[in-house]
């Protein structure tokens, strides 16, 4: 069983940028980061696959959102630059022992208990 911490969200304005960290308590293949608005499906946002490293994003965030590891494997971090409103979820870690697809959410055996990020106008 590995646990999950998130940590970083808050309230910001449009424009700004937040980092959350994810702190995993063992060792895995994939971390990534999910969120979900209110009345909306949970999304895929990024992953970091430690072999390689390889990373993905959704084409929402890409440019402007940054998966990383520390050396460790065991903590992710989301850089999230130039937030806009519609950035306003809770954001989730999730992490996976196996090699799946790592835009999907299913894929995850681990999850964190959430972190908030709201971007006001």
């Known amino acids: 069983q590995v646990q999950l911490v998130e940590s970083g969200g808050g309230v910001v304005q449009a424009g700004d940028s937040l980092r959350l960290s994810c702190v995993a308590s063992g060792r895995t293949l994939t971390m990534g980061w999910f969120r979900q608005a209110p009345g909306k499906e949970r999304e895929f946002v990024a992953a970091?696959?430690?072999?390689?490293?390889?990373?993905a994003y959704a084409d929402s965030v890409k440019g402007r959102f940054t998966i990383s590891g520390d050396n460790t494997k065991t903590t992710v971090y989301l850089q999230m630059n130039s937030l806009k409103p519609e950035d306003t979820a809770v954001y989730y870690c999730?992490?996976?022992?196996?090699?799946?697809?790592?835009?999907?959410?299913?894929?995850?055996?681990?999850w964190g208990q959430g972190t908030q990020v709201t971007v006001s106008s």
């Open positions: 970091l696959t430690w072999v390689g490293p390889i990373t």
């Open positions: 999730a992490a996976t022992k196996a090699l799946k697809a790592p835009r999907v959410a299913d894929s995850y055996d681990y």
